[in-house]
């Protein structure tokens, strides 16, 4: 399904999700977002291939998308998970192109932004370049965990990734995961048996709670000193 339209900022209701730092400041204005398509994807349904030219940036509206790398073997390799208000895409503008499968993980609305126009409207909006900078830095950094030696030093650093990222809450510490486990090894360059039985130890020392797909975060100070390697020798894992 695509819905074509323009909206404008002061109207659009999903402003403080995917540009949080404008609400009042820019509540005077009444220009257009160039927001060219909104696109509802299924479960599955793929967004962007390899090699597609660089045209837009896209922001989630609401659900989930991960990008997806095929090796030369055939395997595939998870490059980044995006959730409700974040923007992606900034790969592709010194590529030229994307390198990579873009997948919706659950239902998922996507907003498509003309990058062209975009460059034009930001340069008229200080407060929107700040925003913008601040998400492509934020993107930049995102997942540096991955470079660790330390298995249980990625869990838990992209557990509290998670809990940061994922929102809104009903509960502070209460996630419900949009993304399968073989999906998580992937990401972190695990094996799917060494994420479950690090995933095992952190339950049998009470520092998370399973139930399905709603993982809760009991002891998240402990979680970040296992993620910081301040902790870690000191837990029991049995």
Request: hydrophobic fraction near 35%; charged fraction near 20%.
């Amino acid at each position: 399904m695509i819905i074509n339209h323009y909206q404008t900022c002061g109207e659009c209701e999903f402003t403080p999700l995917c540009l949080p730092q404008i609400d009042q400041k820019m509540s005077h204005f009444n220009q257009c977002l160039p927001i060219q398509r909104q696109l509802v994807l299924k479960k599955g349904e793929i967004l962007f291939t390899p090699h597609t030219p660089f045209q837009c940036l896209y922001a989630v509206k609401l659900g989930a998308i991960k990008t997806v790398q095929t090796e030369s073997n055939g395997e595939e390799l998870i490059r980044n998970f995006y959730f409700t208000g974040e923007i992606f895409g900034y790969k592709a503008i010194h590529q030229g192109e994307y390198r990579s499968t873009a997948k919706a993980l659950c239902e998922s609305h996507v907003c498509e932004i003309n990058y062209r126009e975009f460059l034009h409207f930001i340069q008229q909006n200080p407060h929107l370049q700040e925003h913008v900078m601040y998400s492509a830095c934020s993107h930049i950094n995102r997942g540096s965990y991955l470079h660790t030696k330390s298995a249980e030093r990625k869990v838990a650093a992209f557990l509290l990734d998670l809990s940061n990222r994922l929102h809104p809450f009903p509960i502070k510490g209460v996630l419900y995961l949009p993304i399968p486990r073989q999906d998580i090894a992937s990401y972190l360059r695990l094996t799917p048996e060494t994420l479950s039985r690090i995933s095992t130890k952190f339950i049998r020392n009470k520092i998370i709670a399973v139930d399905k797909r709603k993982l809760t975060l009991l002891k998240p100070e402990l979680l970040q000193g296992i993620a910081d390697g301040r902790v870690e020798s000191k837990i029991e894992f049995r």
